[in-house]
């Protein structure tokens, strides 16, 4: 079995993706999914399904039923891939196995790590493939149709964030491959929804630096410096100021060579 998390909850055995109907189930799975390989206490999942103190009498029956459901639906009817945990003959909590080749977010994770390896080692071409391969995998935003609970919505959340993060990283791999041109549009798009982030506003200088555009590079710069004081009441980290100094001056050392194959130059010296 295989689940897909990165957009709306999907299943797939065999030859295509499909959905649960009741939105219990679905939330039932949904939080096994975000404690993959961990035991979820009854308790917890009565809190998670219906409300902390809100579960009604009949809650632990239910969801009993939703387990046994869900088992058939997985096709796992001797309970080795969603696993009771039992104290005597009472159910203690639930375990949902999962292989990281099973699970789309484990996945993107992992292709991740592994562009960020490929920077570390000054590769970026092939940093940029990894991480393009990773956000291919996104259909929408996460969980988008499993009703909200604390421990989906803290998961969504967590998940929102590595998927920023690893957009930042592939913009700074194409960086690093004198790719400037092709990421502009993109950065000036980020920067616009998230303009606090200081390393997208610093690939945003960059870009237009070496796009030939230092004034809306020095430009870029003040908007953030404004807004970190009237907001914030802060100033820009010491990289940041550093690489505005450097624009500034007009450093040709920031420039980009063409975009080579494999190994590619720095994006953002400190």
């Known amino acids: 079995m295989r689940y897909r998390v990165l957009g709306a909850l999907e299943l797939r055995d065999g030859d295509g993706w499909t959905s649960l109907g009741p939105a219990k189930w679905r939330t039932l799975l949904a939080v096994l999914l975000c404690h993959a390989n961990q035991t979820v206490s009854t308790e917890r999942l009565l ?7 809100r579960a ?3 809650a632990t029956k239910l969801l009993q039923t939703y387990v046994s459901r ?13 696993i009771t945990e039992k104290q005597g003959y009472k159910a203690q909590g639930y375990r949902l196995a999962v292989e990281a080749a099973e699970f789309d977010a484990h996945r993107f994770e992992q292709l991740v790590e592994e562009g960020r390896r490929s920077l570390d ?6 940093a940029a493939e990894r991480l393009r391969e990773a956000l291919a995998m996104w259909r929408g935003a996460p969980f988008a149709d499993v009703p ?3 421990a989906v919505a ?17 913009i700074d791999a194409d960086l690093r491959c004198g790719r400037h041109t092709a990421v502009l549009g993109e950065l000036e798009a980020l920067t616009a929804g998230h303009p606090f982030r200081e390393e997208l506003r610093g690939r945003l ?10 004034a809306d590079a020095l430009a870029a710069y003040r908007d953030l410096h404004r807004l970190l004081g009237e907001e914030l009441g802060v100033e820009p ?11 500034l001056n007009a450093d040709a050392s920031l420039m980009a060579p063409p975009a080579p194959r494999g190994r590619c130059a720095p994006s953002w010296p400190s």
């Open 121 to 126: 080692r000054e590769a970026p071409g092939t």
């Open 205 to 214: 200088m960059l870009a237009l630096y070496r796009s030939g555009r230092q």
């Open 70 to 82: 869900l088992r058939q639906t997985l096709g796992d009817e001797a309970g080795q891939t969603l």
């Open 154 to 170: 803290t998961e969504a959340t967590r998940l929102e964030e590595c998927r920023l993060q690893a957009v930042d990283a592939r």
């Open 56 to 58: 009604p009498q009949s």
């Open 148 to 150: 909200p609970t604390p």
């Open 47 to 53: 809190d998670e399904l219906w409300g902390e103190d």
């Open 237 to 247: 980290t010491p990289p940041l100021r550093g690489l505005h100094e450097r624009i």
